[in-house]
């Protein structure tokens, strides 16, 4: 086959600020690429890294998660939590051989709406560059 | 197997229905809708089907107990394992706890992704890539991002100390372990979480690295590695020319031999300890001295037993981590209080889960007592 390869994103946006700012983009018409399928969860601080194992173990070769700004988080400090979270996942998927330039953490708050369109689609491109995770097949 | 099966196999027709098993158990004391016996009973008369529907079925510690004391030698244990591997063919599981990562970092490690499980080893640590001893890691680097400090569910620990002391106490002895990158989780929790397919691809796999190495012995720290490779691996896999050692059985030969020697008490106040058997080094591998022998030759350390030692030690009260619940922590607060009601400082653990599931249980508590893998002290002592 010759065609490019396309990767499967999975998005994972708070419903305060990032689903939002995701809404955003879409009713203001940006053009993002449609790699990315996005799960809405109440916080970012909700990601846990079994969800982000999941999600490559189920064919993703790419995990965004996004959540609102430091201090504007609906539960005071979720997305801090998050941050966190996201610290030792992101040790974690590279000791298992995922690669942890394959996870990204970004702020998105409910009017940035282009900073999401513009987020999508680096990372798109990013994981377009890094091919396919190796080792979805059995070894 | 259907259950008729499994009752020949595991002799559940010798039931006498005496109530041992359930009155031994320790998840039947606190949790009263789980009873082997009444699920032996039901194999029995034929209702295999709602057995495997059960979601208590996943509530069994498989920590051996009933297995050791029925008197008729039913093999609860199998029995267990069987029917959870039925269960799981209806696609039925356990509840996992932490959102179920421990497990899919277990089946992630069935793909062919280039782990890179040996960042623990320090500079003062010599390993090799080929050689005559393969140690067997297990899974301390994963505990470690999990459970350590600073992880996910931070209950304090450094589990990967655990393997940098076995290399420390290996190389003291002179033996300088093969530690590979491609060692994959030894499937214990997949087996007896019925996933039969998924623990035989982990265990190929493991053979093949292991072969690879030209080891022909493996050095397990942790006792649910020991008892898999050493007795499921050639139960599923057929016999392997492999000889399978438990770093306590092997400590405790170099003692005899005068090679372990540990450094003089100054003080006349000897540290109490108290030692903690994980069901799978004493109930499944039969190890109950070697520990204990390493112990007793620690100048400074007095060991004091806990009421319940040897094949009589509760579980931890987690398994494979699925169905931890409230009674979980129950049997681990009681285990931890029957340590501490020894008078001793420090409770040892010879298992790094068994570590993990007390210190989860102390981290809520007010129990002060300290919880230490047997390792450690050893490294602290060690000349």
């Given amino acids: 086959?010759?065609?490019?390869?396309?990767?499967?994103?999975?998005?994972?946006?708070?419903?305060?600020?990032?689903?939002?700012?995701?809404?955003?983009?879409?009713?203001?018409?940006?053009k993002y690429p449609p790699n990315i399928r996005i799960i809405r969860v109440m916080c970012s601080g909700r990601v846990s890294p079994?969800?982000?194992?999941?999600?490559?173990?189920?064919?993703?070769?790419?995990?965004?998660?996004?959540?609102?700004?430091?201090?504007?988080?609906?539960?005071?400090?979720?997305?801090?939590?998050?941050?966190?979270?996201?610290?030792?996942?992101?040790?974690?998927?590279?000791v298992l051989g995922i690669g942890e330039e394959r996870l990204r953490?970004?702020?998105?708050?409910?009017?940035?709406?282009s900073k999401f369109a513009d987020v999508v689609t680096d990372f798109t491109n990013r994981i377009r560059g890094l091919g396919p995770l190796s080792g979805k097949s059995q070894g | 197997m259907n259950s008729e099966a499994i009752v020949k196999e595991t002799r559940a027709y010798h039931c006498l229905e005496c109530g041992v098993c359930t009155s031994s158990c320790p998840v039947a004391r606190v949790n009263p809708s789980f009873s082997p016996r009444l699920l032996v009973e039901k194999a029995l008369f034929g209702f295999g089907d709602e057995i495997v529907r059960d979601r208590d079925l996943w509530s069994c510690l498989v920590c051996g107990r009933c297995t050791s004391r029925c008197p008729s030698n039913v093999d609860y244990l199998n029995f267990i394992k069987e029917m959870r591997i039925e269960a799981s063919k209806l696609g039925e599981k356990g509840l996992f706890s932490h959102d179920g990562?421990?497990?899919?970092?277990?089946?992630?490690?069935?793909?062919?992704?280039?782990?890179?499980?040996?960042?623990?080893?320090?500079?003062?640590l010599e390993v090799a890539d080929e050689g005559e001893c393969f140690y067997f890691v297990g899974c301390l680097p994963y505990f470690d991002l999990v459970f350590g400090e600073g992880g996910y569910c931070d209950v304090g620990l450094k589990p990967t100390e655990?393997?940098?002391?076995?290399?420390?106490?290996?190389?003291?002895?002179?033996?300088?372990?093969?530690?590979?990158?491609?060692?994959?989780?030894?499937?214990?929790?997949?087996?007896?979480?019925?996933?039969?397919?998924?623990?035989?691809?982990?265990?190929?796999?493991?053979?093949?690295?292991?072969?690879?190495?030209?080891a022909r012995k493996v050095i397990?720290?942790?006792?649910?590695?020991?008892?898999?490779?050493?007795?499921?691996?050639?139960?599923?896999?057929?016999?392997?020319?492999?000889?399978v050692v438990q770093l306590y059985q092997l400590l405790a030969d170099k003692l005899k031999e005068g090679k372990l020697?540990?450094?003089?008490?100054?003080?006349?106040?000897?540290?109490?300890?108290?030692?903690?058997?994980?069901?799978?080094l004493g109930r499944m591998a039969e190890i109950y001295e070697e520990p204990r022998e390493?112990?007793?030759?620690?100048?400074?350390?007095?060991?004091?037993?806990?009421?319940?030692?040897?094949?009589?030690?509760?579980?931890?009260?987690?398994?494979?981590?699925?169905?931890?619940?409230?009674?979980?922590?129950?049997?681990?607060?009681?285990?931890?209080?029957?340590?501490?009601?020894?008078?001793?400082?420090?409770l040892l653990t010879a298992c790094p889960k068994c570590g993990i599931h007390l210190s989860c249980a102390k981290y809520n508590s007010d129990i002060k007592i300290e919880i230490k893998d047997i390792t450690d002290l050893i490294v602290e002592k060690m000349v």
Avoid at chain 1, 14 to 29: E, F, Q
Avoid at chain 2, 177 to 185: A, G, L, M, Q, T
Avoid at chain 2, 310 to 339: F, H, M, P, Y
């Fill in chain 1, 1 to 30: 086959m010759s065609e490019e390869f396309e990767p499967n994103i999975v998005g994972f946006a708070c419903n305060w600020c990032s689903y939002a700012g995701a809404d955003l983009a879409g009713t203001s018409r940006m």
């Fill in chain 1, 50 to 94: 079994a969800f982000i194992l999941k999600a490559f173990q189920m064919g993703a070769d790419g995990v965004l998660v996004t959540g609102c700004h430091p201090g504007d988080c609906h539960y005071i400090a979720g997305n801090l939590k998050c941050e966190k979270t996201m610290g030792t996942t992101r040790k974690l998927i590279d």
């Fill in chain 1, 105 to 113: 953490l970004e702020w998105v708050s409910a009017s940035e709406g």
């Fill in chain 2, 101 to 124: 990562v421990m497990n899919t970092i277990m089946e992630l490690q069935l793909t062919n992704l280039q782990q890179k499980r040996t960042f623990w080893i320090a500079d003062d």
């Fill in chain 2, 162 to 214: 655990r393997a940098r002391n076995t290399v420390r106490i290996l190389n003291k002895m002179g033996i300088k372990p093969v530690v590979s990158n491609d060692e994959r989780c030894c499937g214990h929790d997949l087996l007896w979480n019925g996933d039969l397919e998924g623990f035989r691809r982990l265990a190929e796999l493991n053979l093949k690295t292991i072969k690879k190495s030209g």
């Fill in chain 2, 220 to 243: 397990c720290l942790c006792p649910e590695g020991y008892v898999t490779l050493k007795r499921d691996y050639p139960l599923y896999l057929g016999e392997q020319d492999l000889e």
């Fill in chain 2, 261 to 280: 020697n540990f450094v003089e008490n100054g003080s006349n106040n000897p540290v109490k300890v108290t030692f903690h058997d994980p069901c799978s």
């Fill in chain 2, 294 to 346: 390493i112990l007793s030759a620690i100048p400074g350390i007095e060991l004091v037993e806990m009421e319940r030692n040897r094949a009589d030690a509760l579980c931890c009260g987690t398994s494979g981590w699925v169905n931890c619940s409230s009674c979980s922590k129950q049997i681990q607060t009681e285990r931890l209080k029957e340590a501490e009601a020894t008078g001793a400082d420090i």
